[in-house]
């Protein structure tokens, strides 16, 4: 139950912190801004194990700034695709 709150949690601060940074109005709900949050990270995650390889798991400050990334990646393809 607790993984499950920490991960709507950190869903929701990835997801505003994307909105935030990304130049221009980003229209969307909570519900909307926390999927993008989760899906950011899930993108940044993926990417840096398959780039190097690392399987660890932790709350480091490169890990939330590759989620946020991740999110205003989606967010940027979800734009213009």
Same mark, same amino acid.
């Given at each position: 139950?607790?993984?499950?709150?920490?991960?709507?949690? $950190?869903? &929701?601060?990835?997801?505003? @912190? @994307?909105?935030?940074?990304?130049?221009?109005?980003?229209?969307?709900? &909570?519900?909307?801004?926390?999927? #993008?949050?989760?899906?950011? $990270? #899930?993108? @940044?995650? #993926?990417?840096?194990?398959?780039?190097?390889?690392?399987? $660890?798991?932790?709350?480091? /400050?490169?890990?939330? &700034? @590759? $989620?946020?990334?991740?999110?205003?990646?989606?967010?940027?393809?979800? /734009?213009?695709?």
């Amino acid at each position: 139950m607790f993984n499950l709150i920490s991960i709507v949690l $950190s869903g &929701l601060i990835v997801g505003l @912190a @994307a909105r935030f940074l990304y130049p221009g109005g980003v229209e969307m709900g &909570l519900g909307r801004t926390i999927l #993008l949050g989760i899906a950011g $990270s #899930l993108v @940044a995650g #993926l990417a840096t194990s398959w780039g190097s390889g690392d399987r $660890s798991a932790g709350i480091n /400050r490169a890990g939330c &700034l @590759a $989620s946020v990334i991740g999110a205003m990646v989606l967010i940027f393809i979800g /734009r213009n695709l």
